[in-house]
């Protein structure tokens, strides 16, 4: 990449937010810096945009924000959805019906601004107590049904998930794609948790979603050569932003998948990792 990027893409979970969920004063700071310089940042997360509330408010975030990994783009703080990529009504039928099979909640993510809820939730009595905690945590609007037939925006289903041990999202993801395939597009994988257990999240998606792709479609509509982008991160979810964008840092804490795939690593979450990031790609562009 020649001079400084046009665009920088910055994951929050273990990238942005340090181990206690927070934004440091040194990020904060050279995320303002480099928006001074006239290089545009766009969070991208799997969380949905009422999920870090806290944090975009912390960091001053406005503009187009990739949520649900990929699943959609939505302009902040407004909330209002610029692009999704629903799954089909069949294969939400089919997926929701075969984790309900195996004795699973199932959390079904929504496109807010369509369906005027962030989750409906199915069999809530069965949901895995990390569900409950985190969706507390957050105020997210949820509806509870005991059946899919009683779905109203089966249609604006961004994203399917359930939890549990990393045992039981293996088998779930076994059944997943033996009655899907390649329809979808599925990863199971930790998810955040209150006490240091090992809980593992199955995530569901339309086929081809993830980060990369809905930044890369916003690049192509905002006339961005993808070259200019620069993107970090450390988790699965950012596997293919990283190796897609023009540069592709992973912070020092990131999964070893994801460090193959870097064209450089910076300081871990705990160390601003995002801060020394940005002050290297400032100086090579000076």
């Known amino acids: 990449m020649n001079g400084i990027p046009s665009l920088l893409v910055v994951d929050l979970d273990g990238t942005l937010l340090c181990p206690r969920g927070q934004v440091s004063q040194a990020n904060r700071e050279s995320l303002a810096a480099a928006r001074r310089v006239g290089i545009e940042v766009m969070i991208a997360t799997g969380r949905t945009h009422m999920e870090c509330i806290g944090t975009l408010d912390a960091i001053g975030y406005t503009g187009p924000l990739v949520i649900a990994s990929g699943a959609a783009l939505v302009d902040w703080p407004s909330g209002m959805t610029l692009h999704s990529t629903p799954l089909q009504q069949e294969d939400t039928l089919l997926a929701a019906s075969t984790l309900q099979s195996l004795g699973h909640s199932v959390m079904l993510l929504k496109d807010r601004h369509v369906a005027d809820v962030d989750y409906t939730i199915i069999d809530s009595d069965r949901m895995h107590p990390t569900s409950s905690w985190w969706l507390d945590l957050h105020g997210v609007r949820c509806r509870h049904i005991d059946d899919l037939a009683q779905d109203d925006s089966i249609e604006s289903t961004l994203r399917i998930a359930s939890l549990g041990t990393p045992e039981e999202m293996a088998m779930a993801a076994e059944a997943i794609q033996a009655v899907l395939g390649d329809r979808v597009f599925w ?89 020394h990031a940005i002050e290297l790609l400032m100086d090579e562009g000076s």
Not at 189 to 196: L, T
Not at 222 to 251: H, R, S, T, Y
Not at 259 to 265: E, F, G, K, N
Request: proline share 1%.
């Open 187 to 275: 990863r199971h994988w930790p998810a955040v948790g209150r006490s240091g257990e090992c809980v593992h999240m199955l995530e569901i998606f339309m086929h081809g979603v993830n980060k990369w792709t809905m930044v890369s479609q916003y690049c192509h509509g905002c006339g961005i050569n993808v070259e200019k982008v620069a993107a970090i991160g450390d988790g699965l979810n950012d596997i293919e932003l990283l190796a897609g964008a023009g540069v592709g840092i992973a912070v020092e804490n990131a999964d070893q998948s994801v460090l193959a795939v870097a064209d450089r690593t910076t300081r871990s979450h705990d160390e601003d990792g995002v801060a």
